[in-house]
């Protein structure tokens, strides 16, 4: 990588980056010149009733990130696991000599699923993300030379959308929730010149949402009375690209950004502005 990349000689740690938006961001960094140590579950949680990502999945992530000449080292973990994700980390950190990025993106949308889906994505959604960071912290403060943290809510995190069901409840308040573990983080990581800070997607086209399941939900919710059932964006595109959200990770996490801390960033074609 050239030494001109606003990323060269970096290293980012992103969760759930066999696929979707968070092989999108491991591609991205990469090309800006960061190395990559990238984990994801690759394995299924039964609440969720589509599938999640493989290890094929993850391997196909490590050879587009080696193809385009870019360095990774992935781990299969799992983000509720606090103590594999340090482990899986170290295994990166290891490799790399440093951390300087940190993407918290792993998820699940357990959205028509009972009480198992409520405790699921609590766990993966928002404990996960708490691990992600936890497992960070002492890297990046003992190294002393600040960092970028982004943590992956979504609209949801800003706005009361969803169902009924208890697991779209648990996806909405686990959203909600990244944005107050933010908050705290970044106030307390600060003297460490440690930024920390939300994104917010509207609907982007993954696994995740361009399934049957998810489109049955959304027809489900149509049909509940008062539910919120209005997913339209207000620029006039149905769903979003991976890379969309990509791009403003690359920019939270570079230079360009080097004050911004404690933000809650919508990358939403004004979805919530409309609310
Ligand atoms: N797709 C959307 O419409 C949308 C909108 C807003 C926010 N988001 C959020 O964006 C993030 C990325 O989702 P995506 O759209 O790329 O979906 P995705 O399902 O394609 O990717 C999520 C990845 O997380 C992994 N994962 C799930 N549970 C895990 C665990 N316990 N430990 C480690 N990895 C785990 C999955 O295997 C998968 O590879 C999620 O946090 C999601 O909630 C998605």
Known sequence: MSTAAPLAGRVAFITGAARGQGRAEALRLAADGADIIAIDLCDQIDSVPYPLATPDDLAATVKLVEDAGGRIVAVQADVRDEQALRSALQTGVDRFGRLDIVVANAGIAPMQSGPDGWRDVVDVNLTGAHHTVEAAIPIMVAQGAGGSIVLISSAAGLIGVGGGDRGSLGYTAAKHGVVGLMRAYANFLAPHSI?????????????????EFTRGWLKHIAEELNAPTDFSNALPVQVIQSEDVANAVAWLVSDQARYITGVTLPVDAGIVNKR
């Open 195 to 211: 930024r920390v800070n939300t994104i917010h997607p509207t609907g982007v086209d993954t696994p995740m949402i361009n399934n």
